[in-house]
C-alpha cells in the first residue's frame, strides 16, 4: 500500500514523504531536520527507513536540509544536472550533499527506484533544472507538481494520468495584486515562470482530470496572498462551473505551510 504525508508546503520549508510497506522516499527537503525527525516520530517512522530523496528545483525552501539529512543517514539524493550544481551553490545549504550521494535524473526518463518508478517531467518556474514527477508505485499513479508558473501540455497529461496529485494553489490573484509586494515581485509571482494562482489550479483541474483522479492535495499556499478556505472555495466554485462536485468527483484538500498532514492511504 502507498501512504503520503505532508512534512510542510509553503515558503518556509517543502517536504514531503511517500512510502510503500518496504520502501520509502522524500521530496524535497526544506524543512528542517529536527522537525522531520519529530514529525515522522509522530508517526512510528523514521528517517532511517528512507531510502532516497528526490529534489523539484534549487530554491531554499525545497532543500536548505537536503545536505544534512544525506549526510546524517547517506541517503542518496536524485536531481537534475543543473539542480544539483544549483544546490551546490546555494548560500542557503551550510551542509553539501556528499558527493558520493549525488545521482543524477533526466527529464522525461522513467528509472525504477527500489519499489517506485519514478518520471521527472519540465514544469516552468524560475530556476534550474525544475521538474514535477510522477511516481508509480503498486499500480498506483502519485504526481506532484509545486512550484508552476502555467500548466504546460505535458503537465496536463500527467494530471489526467494521476490517481493522487499534488498542485501548487499558490495565491489569490486580488490579494495578490492588491497587496504589498512590491510591482516586480508581482510580476514575477503571476508570471508564466512563477507560481499557479488558485483559479489557474482549479482551471487545470476542471480541464484536465479524469476519472482516475480520486485525491489532489493544494500544496505551497502562501502566507500573504492565500488563505485555505479561500483557495478551497475558489477552486470549488471553478470545478462547478465545468460541471464538476468537490468531494464527489474527486476530494480536494489543502496542505499546511508549518502542520504535517495525517498519514494518507493511496489505494
Not at 11 to 18: E, P
Not at 141 to 166: K, R, S, W
Request: glycine residues 8%.
Amino acid at each position: 500500500m502507498l501512504k503520503f504525508i505532508s512534512l510542510g508546503s509553503g515558503s518556509s520549508g517543502n517536504c514531503y514523504y511517500l512510502q510503500t510497506d518496504n520502501d520509502a522516499m522524500l521530496i524535497d527537503a526544506g524543512v528542517g531536520i529536527r522537525s522531520v525527525k519529530n514529525h515522522l516520530h509522530k508517526c512510528g517512522l523514521s528517517l532511517s527507513n528512507v531510502k532516497r530523496i528526490l529534489v523539484t528545483h534549487d530554491h531554499a525552501d525545497h532543500i536548505k536540509a537536503v545536505g544534512v539529512i544525506s549526510s546524517e543517514f547517506n541517503i542518496p539524493v536524485y536531481a537534475t544536472q543543473e539542480v544539483h550544481a544549483g544546490i551546490g551553490r546555494n548560500y542557503c545549504v551550510p551542509k553539501k550533499i556528499p558527493s558520493d550521494n549525488c545521482r543524477l535524473i533526466e527529464k522525461d526518463k522513467s528509472q525504477v527506484m527500489g519499489e517506485f518508478v519514478v518520471t521527472p517531467f519540465a514544469v516552468p518556474h524560475d530556476s534550474s533544472g525544475n521538474v514535477g514527477f510522477r511516481i508509480e508505485a503498486d499500480g498506483v499513479v502519485f504526481c506532484l507538481m509545486t512550484d508552476v508558473g502555467h500548466v504546460t501540455e505535458q503537465m496536463q497529461h500527467y494530471i489526467g494520468e494521476a490517481n493522487y496529485l499534488v498542485i501548487e494553489a499558490n495565491y489569490d490573484t486580488e490579494m495578490l495584486h492588491g497587496g504589498t509586494y512590491p510591482a516586480h515581485l508581482k510580476s514575477r509571482i503571476d508570471g508564466p515562470t512563477g507560481h499557479l494562482s488558485n483559479k489557474d489550479c482549479g482551471e487545470a483541474l476542471a480541464n484536465y482530470a479524469t476519472a482516475n483522479l480520486k485525491h489532489v492535495w493544494l500544496c505551497h499556499l502562501s502566507e500573504e496572498n492565500n488563505h485555505p478556505v479561500l483557495a478551497l472555495k475558489t477552486i470549488e466554485q471553478t470545478l462547478r462551473s465545468y460541471g464538476l462536485v468537490m468531494g464527489k468527483d474527486f476530494k480536494v484538500e489543502d496542505l499546511k505551510r508549518k502542520t504535517p498532514s495525517e498519514f494518507f492511504e493511496l489505494v
